[in-house]
C-alpha cells in the first residue's frame, strides 16, 4: 500500500504563560543556558538575527550597476549552445573573491544569481577583448539565464541594490577521485567489457580499507587509532555509531588497540560494518575520475567531440598511470547523474587548447555541433551541472558511444491547457525515484538497451506521469544473476574479498589470544584491595563482604 506524503514541522515559543516576564525591559536576545522551564520571550525576529545577524550578513557578494551587465542574445532560429552560462570579468571575479575571503588562484566559474537570473559564470581569460563601461568590472547576462524580464542592460538608474548584487552559491574548487556510480555500471558493461578491471578496482578498495586496520594494529598506536576512526566517520546505524564512539573514547584514555582486548574487539566489529557498506553499497574508487562543473566554451574553438580539461595542480591519484596537470590527445567519458539510457556516457576527445589555459578544474564542452553536449547528458545544461569525468584507459578505450534515444514532446495548444498543465505537473508527485528503481528491475531483467529499459529511461516523463497503459509489474525475490555486473561484484568479487580480509586479520592479529589479557592499570585498584579486603575481614570489617557483591554484580552484567 502506498503511503500518505509526510511533513515535519518544527515550532518553537516566543511567548506563554510559563515563560520568564521577571524583566522589565526584556533583553532582544535570550541569555544563554536557560532551563527549560524560565524562558525569556523572545520575538522570531530577534531569534533569525541570533541565528544568522542580518547586519553582518548584509554585503556577502558584489553590487554592479546596470552600465556593468552585458546582454549575451541566443542566436535565434538556433540551437542554444550555452544554455545556462556566460562570462565574467577576471575583474569582477577577484572582487568576488575579496568579499568571501577566497585566497588562492581564482575560480574558474562562480554558480550564482543576479537581476531575475542564474546560471554558471565563467571567468574571462587575461587582455580580454570584452568590457563594460566600467572596464574590467563586468558580467553577461545570457537569453537563457534570464528568467524574469526585462535585460537589466535596458534598466535605468536609481535600481534597487539588492537587484543587482551578485548572490554566490558555488565555485570551481581543486578536483579529487571520486567512487563509480552504481548506476554507471550497467552502461559501462553495456558499452564495453569492463566487468574484470572493475572488479579489480573493488578489490583493491576493499585491500585498502584493510591495510589501514593493519596499519594501526601493528603499530599499536591509541593515536593513529583514533585518526582512522576520525577519517572513516561514524555508520548511520547506532551499532556502528557505538562502536566507533567506544574505540574513540578507549583511545582518548590511553589504551592501545591491539593489547586491549574491548578495543581489539570493536576496532573488529567496525570492519566488519565498513566492509559489509562496501558490498551492500559498491565503495569502488576509480582514481582517473571525478566529478567537476562543466561549462560551455565562450570562445568557439572546440571541435564538436572535443572538450578541455585542466588541472589547477597535479592530479593526486592513481600512482603513476597520470601525474600531470592537463589533457592534450586523450580520450575521456563523461556522464551525468541520474544515468539510465546508454546515451548517458559519452567518449570524447580530451584536447589542450591555449584560448582555454585559464579554465582549470572544470570540463570544457564545445559550443560547435548540432546539439549541447550537457543536453545529450540526461538532458543537462551548464548552469551548474558537474558530470562525471573518467580517463582512466582501461575503462575507456573500448567503451562505443550510443545514439539518444528519441523522445516524443508535446506542446498545449491554448493557455488554459498550459495552466492546466502547470497546476497538474506541481500537484503531483514526482515519480523520478520510483522510475528509478523500476528501471534498474527492468535492466535487471532484460537489457539496457530493452524497449521497456529506454521508455522508463526518458525524463521527458519520468518526472510527473506514468506512460499511458504502462503497468510496473511486481517480482519476486531475484536470484543471482552471474551476467548482471552488480551481482557479479557484490557476490561474487566483494562478498569473497571481505571474507578473505576478515581471515587474514584474524589469523595476524587473533582476538581469542588476547581475550584474557588484563590491563595492569585497570586491574591494580582491585589487586591492591583483596589483600586489604583480607586483612579487614579479620578484624571484621565488611570491605570482603563488598568485594564479592562486586564480583557477583559484575557475572549477572556478563550473562545480559
Known sequence: MQSEPRFKVEFFAIDGEDLDHSYRLPPSIAPPRQESEN???????????????????????????????????????????????????????KEICDWLGISGNTPSCFQGRIAGAKGLWMVDRHRSHLSGDDHDIWIQISDSQLKIKPHPESWQEPVDEEKLTFEVVKWSKPLHPVELNVQLLGILENGNSVKEYIAELNREGIDALYRDFVEVLQSNSNILCRSLIQKLRPADDSSGLMAHKGIVRFTEAGFAPQSFYPLRKRLGRCLRLLLEQYVDELHIEVPLSTYAFCIADPYGVLKPDEVHLGFSNNWQGGGFAFEDNLFDGMDVLVARLPAHPSSDIQRRRAVWKPELRHFEDVIVFSTQG???????????????????????????????????????????????????????????????????????????????????????????????????????????????????????????????????????????????????????????????????????????????????????????????
Open 370 to 560: 548540432h546539439m549541447p553536449l550537457a543536453h545529450i547528458l540526461s538532458v543537462g545544461d551548464y548552469d551548474g551541472d558537474t558530470p562525471w569525468v573518467c580517463w582512466d584507459q582501461k575503462i575507456v578505450q573500448s567503451f562505443l558511444n550510443s545514439d539518444l534515444p528519441e523522445r516524443e514532446l508535446s506542446y498545449p495548444a491554448f493557455p488554459d491547457e498550459f495552466w492546466q498543465r502547470v497546476f497538474t505537473f506541481n500537484l503531483t508527485l514526482s515519480n523520478l525515484g520510483w522510475c528509478t528503481v523500476e528501471h534498474e528491475k527492468v535492466s535487471y531483467d532484460e537489457l539496457i538497451n530493452s524497449r521497456k529499459a529506454k521508455e522508463l529511461a526518458c525524463p521527458s516523463w519520468s518526472s510527473s506521469r506514468w506512460p499511458e497503459g504502462w503497468r510496473a509489474p511486481l517480482r519476486t525475490r531475484r536470484r543471482y544473476k552471474a551476467s548482471n555486473i552488480i551481482d557479479y561484484l557484490k557476490l561474487r568479487v566483494a562478498w569473497r574479498q571481505r571474507d578473505t580480509v576478515l581471515r587474514q586479520l584474524e589469523r595476524q592479529f587473533p582476538e581469542a589470544a588476547i581475550m584474557r589479557d588484563l590491563d595492569e592499570d585497570l586491574i591494580r585498584p582491585w589487586n591492591e584491595a583483596r589483600p586489604l579486603a583480607r586483612q579487614d575481614k579479620a578484624e571484621g570489617e565488611n570491605l570482603q563482604a563488598i568485594l564479592d557483591n562486586t564480583v557477583y554484580e559484575f557475572r549477572n552484567l556478563k550473562q545480559q
Open 39 to 93: 524562558h525569556t520571550p523572545m520575538t522570531v525576529e530577534a531569534r533569525m538575527d541570533w541565528h544568522m545577524p542580518a547586519e553582518a550578513n548584509m554585503a556577502q557578494s558584489y553590487l554592479l550597476r546596470p552600465r556593468q551587465v552585458l546582454h549575451l542574445r541566443d542566436k535565434p532560429g538556433q540551437t542554444v549552445m550555452n544554455d545556462g552560462c556566460a562570462l565574467m570579468s577576471r575583474g569582477l571575479a
